[in-house]
């Protein structure tokens, strides 16, 4: 996994949109090799930063944790 991709789930104070947003982003420039899409690709890479975004949002709005919730 990416050094800047942080865990999210199960801290307060909770996760912000910026920062899953942040992470989604990282994700792609990870997985695409491309910090900076060429022209003809910045549709598709902010394409799949949203949904990749909207899936985080929603896995972390339906996880449950057992362990007590950390700080920051």
Do not use: H, W
Request: with cysteine; aromatic share 6%.
């Amino acid at each position: 996994m990416c050094r800047n991709i942080r865990t999210l789930f199960n801290f307060d104070p909770p996760v912000t949109s910026e920062e899953i947003a942040a992470s989604s982003l990282q994700y792609v420039r990870k997985i695409s090799g491309s910090k900076i899409p060429a022209k003809i690709n910045q549709l598709a890479f902010e394409l799949a930063v949203a949904k990749i975004a909207q899936a985080t949002e929603e896995l972390l709005d339906t996880l449950v944790a057992k362990a007590p919730v950390k700080n920051r």
